[in-house]
């Protein structure tokens, strides 16, 4: 079984995940101004990505230059992987290849640290991409203590690229905000995952 074969009830058999849904979760997290070429970016690539109607275009034009940019506004506190493959335990699922991850320790290029799993949403479907996103948080609650790194809270995305659902993991409790987020609203995207960094 890989990541996104989980569900919900068979994360709360296997890991005592217990998940809650709260309104407006990071409501107090202020917006980040974008730089320039994010700006510009977005503004060229946002009707061709939702226009294509394909994932990998909503990757590459929407959710990769969002990200690009958050971590380059991490100064050095992170380092962001695409498309990495995070094998913690095969026997009980928990591998695969993760869209995207966030970690802790800067200008690395194997995982040290992970403290953000970005899932794309299949099929535009963000609630289906829950599941997924929190067997990766599970992994790395399991990978992080193994190597002798706590982080008590670690956090999760789920996107489809124009809308945004972010998670929050602290042991078996799994907070879900209910809120989404657009792409409209993304200073207040770039805002919340530079908090979760900090």
């Known amino acids: 079984m890989a990541y996104n074969k989980f569900t919900i009830r068979q994360l709360q058999q296997q890991y005592g995940i217990i998940d809650t849904v709260q309104d407006a979760l990071f409501v107090d997290v202020p917006p980040v101004p974008i730089s320039d070429w994010l700006r510009v970016t977005l503004d060229k690539q946002t009707d061709f990505a939702l226009r294509s109607g394909s994932e990998k275009a909503r990757s590459e034009y929407l959710i990769a230059p969002i990200l690009l940019e958050i971590y380059e506004q991490s100064q050095d506190?992170?380092?962001?992987?695409?498309g990495i493959e995070f094998?913690?335990?095969?026997?009980?699922?928990?591998?695969?290849?993760?869209?995207f991850l966030f970690t802790l320790a800067p200008r690395k290029i194997s995982i040290e640290a992970p403290i953000i799993s970005v899932v794309e949403a299949k099929k535009e479907d963000i609630p289906k991409g829950i599941p997924q996103c929190l067997a990766e948080l599970v992994a790395a609650q399991i990978y992080n203590a193994a190597e002798g790194r706590t982080i008590p809270t670690l956090y999760g995305i789920v996107t489809t690229g124009d809308i945004w659902k972010f998670l929050r993991l602290r042991g078996t409790a799994a907070t879900i905000d209910s809120d989404l987020y657009y792409l409209t609203d993304v200073e207040k995207i770039v805002g919340i995952v530079l908090s979760m960094l900090q």
């Open 87 to 99: 094998n913690v335990d095969k026997k009980k699922g928990l591998a695969g290849f993760c869209d």
């Open 77 to 82: 506190r992170a380092s962001l992987f695409s």
